[in-house]
């Protein structure tokens, strides 16, 4: 009998999880799911309707009511059936996102959508407590990680490439600063959970991280074998 796999991908902004991701989903044919990208796009529907990051009981409502979706073989997310793939990785919605990330009715509703998501396809699932706390029974967890420094350039170059202003002392100390929030919250705080394998990115290639990983999953689901897409 053929059952769905998860692959939880956690980790600090930077460390090169959505690029990693996407490939590992692509590679195996799995459904990619950004969870980052889940809070961001419940972040601009509460901009765009002027709620408040202190008005959690009407967070909580958007988030529940809020209908994500990722589109298989592209990095495109449709919040309610809109494609809001490239404003919801402006500044402005990142920082909402972080911090609506912190209330937990926002991470309950949408870690109940994560799951459901998980049971209809096999996916490569990222974010910040994948393997702690959405699936701690994943069949492979991993937490990338990478030198501040280094998450800093890569940070850069992304807003650059997206023609947004990539000030690198601002996107260090934003860096770390969502490090802090990510790390201290009291609901979810981004952990390694204790049967993930730590992998640091800083000295490796995309294509050593990616077969790294793929050696992993074939070592914990019987050579990729036993799983349905």
Known sequence: MTKRIVIAIDGPAG???STIARAIARRLGF?????????RAVALWALRTGVSESDMHRLEQL?????????????????????VTEIIRTPEVAAFASKISTVGA??????????????????????????????????VKIFLDADPSIRTDR????????????????????????????????????VQAPDAVYLDTSGLSLEEVEEAILKLVRERTSNGKEYSR
């Open 15 to 17: 460390a090169g999880k």
């Open 31 to 39: 459904v990619y799911i950004d969870t980052g990208a889940m809070y």
């Open 63 to 83: 988030a529940t009511a809020a209908d994500i979706s990722f589109v298989p073989g592209s990095n495109s997310v449709l919040l309610n059936g809109e494609d």
């Open 106 to 139: 926002v991470r309950r509703a949408l870690v109940e959508k994560q799951r459901k998501m998980a049971a209809e396809a096999s996916v490569v699932m990222e974010g910040r407590d994948i393997g702690s706390v959405v699936f701690p029974d994943a069949q």
């Open 155 to 190: 940070r850069v170059r992304e807003l650059s490439q997206s023609g947004a202003s990539a000030d690198r002392t601002a996107t260090a100390e934003e860096i770390g600063e969502r490090d802090r929030r990510d790390r201290t919250r009291n609901e979810s705080p981004m």
